[in-house]
């Protein structure tokens, strides 16, 4: 299994992560749900309207941090947006109730992948598994 595999299948079991970003000096968190894996690479999406699209546009260091039962994932990198027509067009078939929703609000889904990543999973004892992503 690849190291995007791993990451991909732990924020399954997750379901639900947490996407961190700075805001001018102030970190900023909230939890995330949209991620796939499309070719060996993650990516996430959230509404270009949002906070937290602006914050990782101006500053794109971040961090996602999710749990699973007694074991924790930090993943960091730098958000890199997407305008890839394959890729957008694989969010839109992946995920259709949502992207019914943006059509419907006239809203737009700004997409990324996080470069040069480094990926953390504990346990709250010990390093379990580290590696470059």
């Known amino acids: 299994m690849s190291n995007a595999a791993k990451v991909h299948e ?4 997750a379901q639900v992560f947490y996407f961190l970003t700075t805001d001018g000096d102030q970190p900023k968190g909230r939890p995330f749900g949209l991620q796939m894996l499309l070719d060996d690479v993650i990516y996430f999406g959230c509404g ?4 937290v699209f602006k914050q990782l546009t101006a500053n ?3 961090e996602v941090l999710a749990l699973c039962g007694n074991e924790f994932m930090r993943y960091d990198g730098t958000a ?4 890839d027509a394959a890729v957008l067009g694989k969010v839109r078939e992946t995920f259709p109730q949502i992207m019914a929703l943006y059509d419907q609000n006239g809203w737009e889904m700004g997409v990324f992948c996080l470069e040069n ?17």
């Not at 270009?48 to 906070?51: A, D, Q």
């Not at 890199?80 to 305008?83: A, D, E, M, N, R």
């Open 10 to 13: 732990f924020l399954n079991k």
């Open 48 to 51: 270009t309207f949002k906070n």
């Open 60 to 62: 794109p260091k971040v």
């Open 80 to 83: 890199k947006v997407t305008s």
């Open 117 to 133: 990543g480094h990926v953390e999973i504990r346990d709250m004892g010990s390093l379990k598994e580290e590696f470059d992503l």
